[in-house]
């Protein structure tokens, strides 16, 4: 298997070397054959004006003029040979094939553009043979035509790498691996090597010329693209860690974003905030500064609810025989009250204390019995998650009242319904408060006072 192998790919070799010296010989040929007729058609053309009666110079200023005006009709011809048959033929098995990626190639005009440069070529190889009196003109000629092929050129593969994003859009990877950021780097790259050229053209030095002057200007060209680089840096970065990701909702509070991620592009990110409105925030910022990503609770499938209530502590207090019985009869903590109470009165007879005593005997408090109540109403909601934490906790009293944090997690990560569940959770909590014998907390309002001073 390996020497068949082994030959295959000899006489793959062997045939693709063949092939390049024969499209080399074809095209010597071809040119031989183009500077024979063009210097047959100029001594043709130049007989006839001098046989018409014409003197030497203007028979050669009209040769080169009638010359001029024909290479132009067939350079003129030649482009709607290229862009009529040619790519209109490439637009139509594009349509035929299957591949979505010929169609986006024929949709950002690649193609089409590359019909521009077929003329071009054409005038830039007729003029020297055909217009050899002019050799000052046809230098000077060649020079535009050679800037206008790499303004072509430029345009080709701006629509290429345009062509490119969409294509890469189209596969599920590009959601996490952004890649604009390093076409804008390709496309950058392009530029500068084209006004290198164009340069070398206009001076009519090689472009190594140019490019050993480029180490002087160095530091002004850092200077110049410095938001350039650090995006460039910033982008791979974000890339590699996957910090960032197009879709993804940041929170930046430095820059007043807060919202979704449309666009991640060498210099500048592009969010979309909740109002509607857009923010674009320096790509490099991203790296240096700090900012919340909320990808991972959507990728977890809930959204934390944090949130507390104060309680007035002077409301905190042992429950009567009284109180018990009325709790009892709440369905979601009957269990507990019972059982609760049982386990209360075993310790206090196992110690022998009497279940008055507010020191020494064990007794349930309203606000215990209040906390119980809030994680039992919180289990039994459907909206909530179990299988994450789910606590009903009191925080460091202060000035304020004492704290009574609500730490749970809703399965419903939509904004609006997320609040609306949160919402009706605190409705209910704040009603049901008064029935446990405690108090709210909160400053007294100009109202609290009015009303004292009609007492």
């Known amino acids: ?13 062997v045939f693709a070397k063949d092939t390049l010296h024969h499209a080399k010989n074809t095209y010597e040929n071809t040119k031989e054959s ?16 001098i046989h018409i009666g014409m003197n030497e110079s203007t028979a050669i200023l009209l040769k080169g003029l009638i010359i001029v005006i024909a290479i132009l009709i067939l350079s003129w011809l030649v482009f709607k040979i290229a862009q009529k048959i040619i790519v209109k033929t490439l637009q139509e098995i594009a349509k035929r094939t299957e591949t979505t990626w010929d169609d986006v190639m024929v949709e950002k005009r690649v193609f089409h553009r590359l019909a521009y440069i077929a003329p071009a070529i054409l005038i830039h190889s007729l003029m020297p043979d055909m217009l050899k009196e002019y050799h000052i003109w046809v230098r000077m000629l060649q020079a535009a035509l050679e800037i206008y092929m790499v303004f ?15 294509i890469y859009q189209n596969y599920e ?23 290198i050229i164009i340069i070398s053209i206009i001076i009519n030095k090689s472009p190594i010329y140019l490019l050993t002057g480029l180490g002087a200007i160095s530091a002004v060209l850092m200077l110049i693209f410095k938001d350039t680089l650090l995006g ?18 940041i929170t930046m509070n430095k820059f007043g974003a807060d919202g979704t991620v449309l666009d991640i592009n060498l210099t500048t990110v592009k969010i979309e905030n909740f109002d509607k409105t857009i923010t674009t925030v320096p790509t490099y910022s991203l790296i240096s500064d700090a900012f919340q990503n909320w990808r991972g609770m959507e990728e ?9 209530i104060n309680l007035n502590m002077n409301s905190v207090k042992f429950c009567t025989p009284e109180m018990l019985e009325k709790f009892s009869k709440i369905k979601l903590i009957n269990q507990y009250i019972n059982e609760t109470q049982s386990s209360i009165e075993a310790y206090n007879a196992e110690n022998s204390f009497e279940s008055n ?30 299988e994450h934490s789910l606590i009903v906790r009191q925080l460091q009293p202060t000035e304020r009242g004492l704290p009574i944090e609500i730490y749970a997690f809703s399965k419903i990560l939509e904004w609006g319904k997320y609040e609306e569940l949160m919402a009706d959770i605190f409705d209910h909590i704040l009603a049901v408060i008064p029935e446990f014998e405690l108090q709210l907390f909160q400053n007294p309002s100009g109202s609290d006072f009015k009303s004292m001073m009609n007492v």
């Open 1 to 13: 298997m390996d020497t068949v192998s082994s030959g295959n790919v000899k006489d793959t070799l």
């Open 34 to 49: 183009i500077e024979n007729t063009s210097n047959t058609i100029g001594k043709t053309i130049h007989d006839w004006l």
């Open 152 to 166: 072509i050129v430029i345009m080709v593969m701006d629509a290429f790498f345009a062509a490119l994003i969409e």
């Open 173 to 195: 990877i590009a959601k996490f691996k952004p890649i604009k950021g390093y076409v804008q780097i390709f496309k950058i790259i392009v530029y500068l090597i084209s006004g």
């Open 232 to 249: 460039f840096v910033a982008s791979i970065q974000l890339s590699s860690n996957d910090m960032l990701r197009p879709g993804d909702w």
């Open 300 to 308: 977890s499938g809930v959204r934390r609810i944090k949130r507390s």
């Open 357 to 386: 005593h507010l020191v020494n005997a064990k007794r349930q408090t309203n606000l215990g019995v209040f906390r119980a109540y809030i994680q039992a109403y919180l289990h039994d909601n459907p909206n909530l998650s179990k």
